[in-house]
C-alpha cells in the first residue's frame, strides 16, 4: 500500500484502497470552500488544549514563527498545576512572552475546557491539541465546526472507530479549507526530506530491508506506579496517560510512532500486515499496561520487511535510530534521537567512513519550529495543508504492530482497521467527577496484556 495523500474517502474500505504518493513534507488536499483568514488585524491567536510539556513546547514553536503577528490567548487542561506551569513558562519567556495574553478569565480547568479555549479564538485563528490522544477526535470535532485551524499533537487515534472517525471529521476541515498540522515533525525535516528524494531515485538501489530502534533506560511517564496521592483513579491516569491504553495506546503509539512513520516514508509505503513480541520482566510495582519491550516485523505489499524495536529497561544497550538498506547501500535515516538527523548514504551495508557517499553539509534546522513554520505560511499564503490522513495512517500502523504484540497474533492492515473495538467510546461524556473506563482490581492493579492466552478486544 502506497503512502496516502490527504484524500476525501470516508469508510475504512476506501481508505485502505485509495494510494498515491506522499509530497516530502507536506501533502495536498482539495481545497474547494472559501478561504479562511486568520483576522482583518493579521494576529492569529492561539488556544493551547493541554498544558503538558509537550503543549508547552508546541505553543512555544508557535509563538517563534518569524511570519505576522501571532498571540496566545487562552489555555486549556483538567489540571491547574499544568496549567499554571505552562502560563508561567511561556509568559515569562524572554523571547515570546510579548506574545503571551492569557488573563485568568482565559485560563480554564476541566474537561470542557477546549470547548472555552476554542471559543476565545476567531474563525482562521489555531487551536493546539496536546491532551491524551483519546480525546483528540472530540477536539478536533469541536475546532473543525468553529472554523479554526488545528495543531494536534501524535498519534491522532489509538484504534480502529476513532480512525474512521477522525476521517470523517477531516472531510468537513477540507470542505472548510482549514489547515491542519499533525506532531510527526520528523517529516518537516529538511535533511530526511532530501534524504527521501534520494532514496526514491534509487540511489540505494531497492530498497529490501528497514530497521528502526527506540531502547532507552525506564521512562517515568510510562512505569506508573501505585496511586498514593488524593488524586480519583480518572485523574490519575490521566496525569499519567502513557501507562494506560484507553488514553494513549500506550508506550508503543507514543514513543515508537516516530520511527514507524519515518521508515514507512522512506519506503514510500505503509505496511499490510504485523506480527510481534514482547513482554514485561522488570516491572516491581508498577500498575501502568505496558510492557517494556516490543519487537515488531512489518511486512510490506512486496514482502520487504521493516524491524521495529522497543525496549525500556536500564542496563541494556541504548539506540534511537532508524535505517534503509538497498540493493546499492546504507541509507540512516536518524542516528541521534529526533533532532539532529545526522541522515547519510553509505555504498555497501556497513557505516564505513571511507565508503560515505552523501551527508547533509549544513547546520540541521529544528524539525519542531520547521512543522510550525510551515503550518503558519501556509494559513498566510492559504495554500493547501493538511497532514490528518497521514497521521491516521501512521497511528493505525503503529496500534496495529501493538495489537499483534499484545494478542500474539498476526495483523493485517485491513482486519485493524475493520475492528470495532472502542477504548472509550463514551469519552466525550467525561466530566472531573467521572469515574474511569478503566478499572483497577481489589489489589489496585489493572489488567495487562497476555499473549497467547488472552485475546479479547479490551487488551490491544
Request: aromatic residues 8%; glycine residues 8%; contains cysteine.
Amino acid at each position: 500500500m502506497k503512502l496516502e495523500n490527504e484524500s476525501r474517502g470516508s469508510s475504512r474500505r476506501e481508505f485502505l484502497k485509495s494510494s498515491s504518493q506522499v509530497a516530502a513534507a507536506t501533502t495536498l488536499v482539495a481545497a474547494s470552500a472559501q478561504h479562511v483568514h486568520a483576522a482583518e488585524d493579521n494576529t492569529i491567536r492561539v488556544a493551547l488544549v493541554g498544558c503538558g510539556g509537550r503543549g508547552t513546547g508546541a505553543a512555544l514553536n508557535a509563538l517563534s514563527v518569524d511570519n505576522g503577528p501571532i498571540q496566545l490567548v487562552a489555555l486549556a487542561d483538567v489540571f491547574e498545576t499544568n496549567l499554571k506551569s505552562t502560563h508561567t513558562a511561556l509568559s515569562k519567556h524572554k523571547d515570546v512572552g510579548s506574545k503571551v495574553d492569557v488573563p485568568e478569565e482565559r485560563q480554564f480547568i476541566g474537561f470542557d475546557g477546549y470547548k472555552k479555549a476554542i471559543d476565545c479564538l476567531r474563525p482562521g485563528d489555531i487551536a493546539i491539541f496536546a491532551t491524551p490522544p483519546a480525546f483528540r477526535w472530540v477536539h478536533y470535532g469541536y475546532a473543525i465546526e468553529k472554523g479554526v485551524h488545528v495543531f494536534m499533537e501524535k498519534p491522532v487515534t489509538i484504534d480502529a472507530p476513532t480512525s474512521a472517525r477522525m476521517l470523517e471529521i477531516n472531510k468537513k476541515a477540507l470542505d472548510k479549507n482549514l489547515k491542519v498540522g499533525v506532531g510527526l515533525m520528523c517529516r518537516h525535516c529538511k535533511v530526511r526530506q532530501e534524504l527521501f528524494d534520494r532514496i526514491q531515485n534509487g540511489e540505494i538501489g531497492d530498497v529490501s530491508l528497514l530497521r528502526a530502534y527506540r531502547m532507552a533506560g525506564p521512562t517515568a511517564s510510562a512505569a506508573v506506579p501505585p496511586n498514593t496521592t488524593d488524586l480519583s483513579e480518572l485523574q490519575y491516569q490521566i496525569k499519567n496517560f502513557h501507562g494506560f491504553l484507553w488514553l494513549s495506546g500506550g508506550a508503543v503509539s507514543d514513543f515508537l510512532i516516530h520511527n514507524i512513520d519515518e521508515a514507512c516514508w522512506m519506503k514510500n509505503e505503509w505496511p499490510v500486515r504485523v506480527h510481534a513480541v514482547g513482554g514485561r520482566h522488570y516491572r516491581g510495582d508498577m500498575i501502568d499496561q505496558n510492557f517494556d519491550s516490543y519487537g515488531m516485523e512489518y511486512t510490506f505489499a512486496d514482502g520487504t520487511k521493516l524491524l521495529v524495536d522497543g525496549r525500556t529497561i536500564a542496563g541494556c544497550k541504548q539506540e534511537f535510530a532508524t535505517y534503509a538498506h538497498g540493493s546499492k547501500g546504507l541509507a540512516v535515516v536518524s542516528s541521534a534521537a529526533h533532532t539532529p538527523a545526522k541522515s547519510r548514504i553509505y555504498a555497501g551495508h556497513n557505516m564505513d567512513k571511507g565508503k560515505l557517499l552523501w551527508d547533509w553539509p549544513e547546520r540541521e534546522e529544528n524539525p519542531y519550529q520547521l512543522e510550525w513554520a510551515d503550518l503558519i505560511a501556509a494559513i498566510r499564503n492559504d495554500t493547501p495543508y493538511n497532514e490528518v490522513e497521514r497521521g491516521v495512517m501512521a497511528s493505525a500502523v503503529t496500534s496495529m504492530g501493538r495489537m499483534a504484540a499484545h494478542t500474539g497474533q498476526e495483523i493485517t492492515l485491513e482486519k485493524f482497521m475493520s475492528h470495532d473495538h472502542e477504548f472509550a467510546p463514551n469519552i466525550a461524556d467525561l466530566t472531573l467527577d467521572s469515574e474511569s473506563p478503566l478499572k483497577a482490581n481489589t489489589e489496585g492493579r489493572y489488567s495487562i496484556p497476555m499473549p497467547g492466552l488472552v485475546k479479547k478486544q479490551e487488551y490491544l
